[in-house]
């Protein structure tokens, strides 16, 4: 009896509190797949398809007749950890975060300033 009891309790923890293995496990998984996004791709934009920021900032990036990588958060299963990681990353849970040959921009606003001071230019005339 006393053995079922304890079978129960661990049971019941695993319910109530999940397998903490998993969770890191996909933490590791959204850090993991950020870190490649950014390094893979000269520009990455890790948007909301519906933040007009963030379509503001793939329109200028069309403007330039630059094609941005673009993870659309809210469109993936996996969006609030990668945002978390993004949280972690540049210290911001805004969207957009854009990336630009594997250095942060910033937010839309970033990017237009960016824009008009050239560094932008640079960063996409490199490599």
């Given amino acids: 009896m006393r053995c079922c009891l304890q079978v129960c309790a661990v049971l019941t923890a695993l319910l109530v509190f999940g397998d903490s293995s ?4 996909a933490s590791n ?8 996004v950014i390094y893979s791709n000269k520009v990455v934009i890790f948007s909301k398809s519906y933040c007009p920021y963030c379509l503001r900032a793939k329109r200028m990036f069309s ?3 630059q094609r941005p990588f ?5 469109l993936r299963e996996d969006g609030d950890r990668i945002q978390d990681v993004l949280i972690d990353l540049v210290g911001r849970q805004t969207v957009p975060q854009i990336f630009v040959d594997g250095n942060h921009i910033g937010g839309s606003d970033d990017l237009r300033a960016a824009i008009l001071s050239g ?3 640079k960063l996409l005339s490199t490599s």
Avoid: C, I, M, T
């Avoid at 998984?29 to 490649?36: G, H, I, K, M, T």
């Fill in 63 to 65: 403007e330039l007749r």
């Fill in 119 to 121: 560094q932008l230019h």
């Fill in 70 to 74: 673009v993870v659309e958060l809210d």
């Fill in 29 to 36: 998984s959204a850090s993991a797949l950020v870190q490649n």
């Fill in 22 to 25: 998993k969770g890191a496990e």
